[in-house]
C-alpha cells in the first residue's frame, strides 16, 4: 500500500499512486455503507478530533460519521473565530488535545496553512478539513472518487469549475487532483474571482460561461460569498447570477451525459437554479455519501500508517 | 587608550584604499600616528578591517516592547554582526515623535548600548499621517532622519510638506513605500505562490506606485527622499530613472531582497513573513542589478525582532518582520562578492560611506584621521553555521537559521573600544 504520511495537509505534494490508493480504499467502505452494520473496527481505541474554526455542516459531520463507522471515539470542538485573534493560541488549544492523547486532528480553519502549523507543533497526524484559501484536501479526492464511479477514468475527462476560484480551496484541490490525472481542467468567473497565475497549474481560463460550457464531461459549481460582492470583486448578485448561473439553457451546451457537482452548501436561485441542481445529471447528494467513504480510507490509512510509526513527516 | 591594528588589509570605499596597512586609534579617532605607543596591539594577518558598518533600518523596539529587543540587546546583536552605528526606527510604543522619546533613547544607548544608536524621528504627530510632527525640535534633540516606516503617509500633500519642510535641516525623508489599500490583508508577494499557498497577495505595484510618488513629490519638492527596503524590479526601475533625472533620491534594500524569493513561504514559516515581502527571482536579480549599477546605495537590515510567541502562530496572524544584525555582513559577502556581483569595496561602501553621505553622518563610515573610530575587523575565510543558539538577538526569528556561511566579523570597534570579539563574545 502506498500511503504512508502522518498527516494529510493537501493535495498539491501526493503523487498520483497516493490518490489512487486513497480512492481504492474508499470504495470498500462505500460497500459497506448498503450493509445492515454499517461498522468497522479499524479505528477502535483511537481517538479522533474535530477541531473546526469556521463553521461547517457538512464537512464535520461527514467526519465525524466516518470516525464512527470505524469506531473510533470522536470529540467535536467549534470554536468561533475570534478565539484564534483573542484567547488561547492555535498551537496551545491543539496541544491541550495531544495531551489528552488525540491520536488524529481533523481541523478545518479560516486562514491557510493552520494545518501545517499544527504538523509542526503536534505528533497527532492532522487532516486539513479546509483551510482559508489554501485546499480542501478530502472534497478534492470525494469529487475525484465521484467522478471516477460515475465516468470510470479521468483521463481526457473536460472538468469544468464555476465561480470564485480565487477564494476557493475545492477548486485549489480539484485542480490538483485533477491535473495529476490528467483531465482538461476549465475555469469560468469574473477576472475579479480567477487568479492571475491560475492558466500556470494547467488549467483553461473563460470569462464568458457559455463557451466554457461547451462539451464538458463535469461541471463544479462553487458556492459564491456574498460577502465579496463588498470588496468590489463584482457589483452585485443579480449581475453574477445574469452571467454564471448554472440554467438549463447553459446546460444544454455540455456533453448530454454532464455530471453536475456542488461541494455545498448550494445556494439555490444563485449560482444554480434549483431545477438544474434537482435534475438527473446532478450528483449533489452522491458527493455526500461518497464524502464517508473517502473520509474513512483516509483515517483509515492514516491510522495505519501510524501503526509502522515510519510515516514520512510533512515538513 | 589607544590601540594599533598591524598589517591588516584595509578597505575603505571613502578613500579608495584598499591595502595591506596599519591603522591608529586613539581618543576614540582615528589618526595617523600614535603620540605614544599603544596600549594594545592588534595583528591584523588575514584579517580585513573595514570602517564600522552602518545600518540605518532597524527596529531596536525599546521603548514598550522590550519582550522583542532592548537597546541591550539590540545593541550586542549589532555588534556581533560588525555593525557599529543602528538608526532606529521610531515605530515604538510611544512613537518617536517627541524629543524626550529620542532623550530616552540616546540615554539608553549611553547607558546601556554597545554601538551607537541613532534615532530616527518620526513624520507626522503619532505616525497619523495628519500632521506633521515637530520635526525640527526632534532634530535639535538628536534624530538623523525621519520616517513614518510601516505607517506610511498615505496623504500626498502631507508628503509633500514633510519632503519640503525637512530641507531646511537637510533631513533625508526616509519612506516605506506601501499603497496600503491595495496591499490590504495580503501577508506574501502576490504571484503564483500565494495563490497556491491560499494567502492573500501584496503586489508590487502596491511599494511602486507609493515610490513613483514620492519621487514625484521629491520633484516637486527638491526634499531629500530615501526609499526604505526596496523589494521590487519595478521600483528599482523607478529610482533608477529618477536617478537620471538628477533628482534627490536615494535608496536602500535589505540581504533577504537579494537572497530569498516567495518559494520559501511554503511550509507557512513565519520566518519568510515580512513587509515588503519576498518577491520572485526576476524581483531578485533586478535587486542585484540595481546594487550593481549603483541605483540602490545601501544595504541596511530592517531587523524586526519578534518574539517566538508572536511568530509560532497561523500566518496570517503572525507579525512581519526578521532579524537582521547578524547575518547583514555574511549574506552581503556571500551573495554579493562571492558571486560577483560587486567587488568587496563596493559591497562595503553600501554600508559605509554612502549611508554616511546620505544621513549626514560626517565623522562615520569612513577610516580617514579624524573619523570616529569605528571600525569593523572581519575573517573573510571564516566558515561557520549560523545557528539559533549563537543569536545574540533577544529574538530569533531569522530565516537565515541553519545556513553555513563563509566571511564574518570577529572584531567590531566602536568609537576606539573593542565591544565584541568573535573568540570573548561582548567585552564589558
Known amino acids: 500500500m502506498s500511503f504512508n504520511r502522518k498527516d494529510l495537509l493537501g493535495l498539491e505534494h501526493l503523487d498520483k499512486t497516493e490518490i489512487q490508493t486513497i480512492i481504492d480504499s474508499a470504495r470498500p467502505f462505500k460497500n459497506m455503507f448498503t450493509r445492515s452494520i454499517k461498522k468497522a473496527p479499524a479505528l477502535v481505541g483511537k481517538t479522533v478530533v474535530n ?78 478539513a479546509g483551510d482559508g484559501f489554501h485546499e480542501h484536501p478530502t472534497q478534492g479526492l470525494l469529487d475525484l472518487y465521484t467522478m471516477y464511479e460515475k465516468k470510470k477514468k479521468i483521463e481526457g475527462l473536460k472538468v469544468l469549475l464555476v465561480g470564485d476560484i480565487l477564494h476557493s480551496r475545492v477548486a485549489k484541490s480539484n485542480i490538483w487532483a485533477l491535473t495529476k490525472f490528467g483531465a482538461k481542467v476549465r475555469v469560468a468567473g469574473p477576472p475579479t474571482l480567477i487568479p492571475g497565475k ?13 463557451e466554457a460550457i461547451k462539451d464538458v464531461d463535469v461541471i463544479n459549481i462553487l458556492r459564491i460569498q456574498m460577502e465579496r460582492q463588498q470588496e468590489n470583486l463584482f457589483p452585485s448578485i443579480h449581475e453574477y447570477v445574469e452571467l454564471y448561473q448554472l440554467t438549463k439553457e447553459r446546460l444544454a451546451k455540455a456533453k448530454p451525459d454532464v455530471l453536475i457537482m456542488h461541494p455545498g452548501p448550494m445556494n439555490r436561485g444563485i449560482e444554480i437554479t434549483s431545477e438544474v441542481a434537482d435534475c438527473s445529471s446532478a450528483v449533489i447528494n452522491e458527493q455526500v455519501t461518497n464524502g464517508i467513504a473517502v473520509r474513512m480510507a483516509v483515517l483509515y490509512l492514516l491510522a495505519a500508517a501510524r501503526k509502522g510509526e515510519n510515516y514520512v513527516h510533512s515538513n | 587608550m589607544s590601540i594599533q591594528i598591524k598589517n591588516i588589509n584595509i578597505v575603505d570605499p571613502s578613500t579608495n584604499t584598499n591595502k595591506i596597512g596599519d591603522i591608529f586609534i586613539e581618543d576614540g579617532k582615528i589618526v595617523e600616528k600614535l603620540s605614544k ?54 515605530n515604538t510604543k510611544p512613537v518617536t515623535d517627541n524629543a524626550p522619546s529620542v532623550e530616552y533613547i540616546l540615554m539608553k544607548a549611553q547607558k546601556e548600548g554597545k554601538v551607537n544608536v541613532f534615532p530616527i524621528g518620526c ?61 490590504r490583508n495580503g501577508v506574501m508577494n502576490a504571484g503564483k505562490n500565494s495563490m497556491i499557498f491560499g494567502l492573500r497577495g501584496i ?23 530615501h526609499i526604505a527596503h526596496v523589494s521590487t524590479a519595478g521600483s528599482v526601475e523607478l529610482v533608477r530613472q529618477a536617478k537620471k533625472k538628477g533628482l534627490n533620491v536615494t535608496c536602500e534594500t535589505c ?27 526576476k524581483d531578485v536579480d533586478a ?42 555582513l555574511s549574506l552581503t559577502l556571500n551573495e554579493l562578492v562571492d558571486k560577483n556581483i560587486l567587488t568587496l569595496s563596493e559591497a562595503i561602501a553600501k554600508m559605509t560611506v554612502n549611508p554616511a553621505k546620505i544621513f549626514s553622518l560626517d565623522t562615520r563610515g569612513s577610516l580617514k584621521a579624524g573619523s570616529a573610530a569605528d571600525v569593523t575587523i572581519a575573517d573573510l575565510n571564516h566558515e561557520y553555521e549560523f545557528k539559533k543558539e549563537d543569536i545574540l538577538s533577544k529574538s530569533k526569528n531569522s530565516p537565515f ?28
Not at chain 2, 217 to 223: D, I, P, Q, S, V
Open chain 2, 203 to 225: 503586489p508590487n505595484q502596491s511599494e511602486e506606485i507609493m515610490v513613483s510618488r514620492d519621487i514625484m513629490l521629491c520633484e516637486l519638492t527638491g526634499g531629500k527622499l
Open chain 2, 287 to 328: 535587486i542585484k542589478e540595481g546594487l550593481k549599477d549603483g541605483t540602490i546605495d545601501c544595504i541596511a537590515t530592517d531587523h524586526a525582532p519578534h518574539t517566538l510567541e508572536e511568530k509560532n502562530r497561523e500566518f496570517d496572524t503572525a507579525p512581519f518582520g526578521i532579524i537582521g544584525f547578524e547575518t547583514l
Open chain 1, 198 to 210: 491560475i492558466s500556470e497549474l494547467g488549467v483553461e481560463v473563460f470569462y464568458n460561461l457559455d
Open chain 2, 401 to 428: 537559521i541553519g545556513r553555513k556561511f563563509k566571511g564574518c566579523a570577529v572584531m567590531t570597534i566602536v568609537g576606539g573600544k573593542i565591544v565584541w570579539t568573535l573568540k570573548d563574545g561582548i567585552i564589558n
Open chain 2, 37 to 90: 605607543p599603544a596600549d594594545e596591539i592588534i595583528d591584523g594577518k588575514d584579517k580585513t578591517a573595514f570602517p564600522g558598518l552602518i545600518d540605518v533600518h532597524s527596529h531596536v523596539r525599546e521603548p514598550g516592547q522590550e519582550e522583542k529587543e532592548t537597546i541591550k540587546t539590540g545593541t550586542r546583536s549589532a555588534a556581533k554582526g560588525g555593525i557599529t552605528t543602528v538608526f532606529c526606527m521610531p
Open chain 1, 51 to 128: 477541531l473546526f474554526y469556521e463553521p461547517s455542516t457538512r464537512t464535520r459531520t461527514s467526519f465525524e460519521v466516518a470516525s464512527k463507522r470505524l469506531s473510533a471515539d470522536v470529540v467535536n470542538i467549534a470554536t468561533a473565530t475570534s478565539s484564534v485573534v483573542k484567547g488561547e493560541s492555535l498551537v496551545d488549544t491543539a496541544k491541550t488535545l495531544e495531551a489528552m492523547k488525540a491520536d488524529i486532528i481533523i481541523i478545518r480553519h479560516t486562514l491557510a496553512g493552520t494545518p501545517e502549523l499544527l504538523a509542526k507543533n503536534l505528533n497527532a497526524s492532522i487532516i486539513n
Open chain 2, 255 to 281: 540581504p533577504h531582497y537579494f537572497t530569498l524569493t516567495d518559494d520559501y513561504v511554503q511550509n507557512y514559516d513565519t520566518n519568510f513573513k515580512m513587509n515588503p515581502p519576498l518577491r520572485t527571482q
Open chain 2, 123 to 183: 513624520i507626522t504627530k503619532g505616525s497619523q499621517g495628519k500632521e506633521l510632527a515637530e520635526i525640527g525640535i526632534l532634530k535639535k534633540a538628536g534624530i538623523v532622519a525621519v520616517s513614518d516606516d510601516g505607517q506610511p503617509v498615505a496623504n500626498s500633500q502631507i508628503m509633500r510638506r514633510a519632503l519640503e519642510y525637512t530641507k531646511m535641516f537637510n533631513l533625508a525623508v526616509i519612506s516605506h513605500c506601501e499603497d496600503k489599500e491595495l496591499a
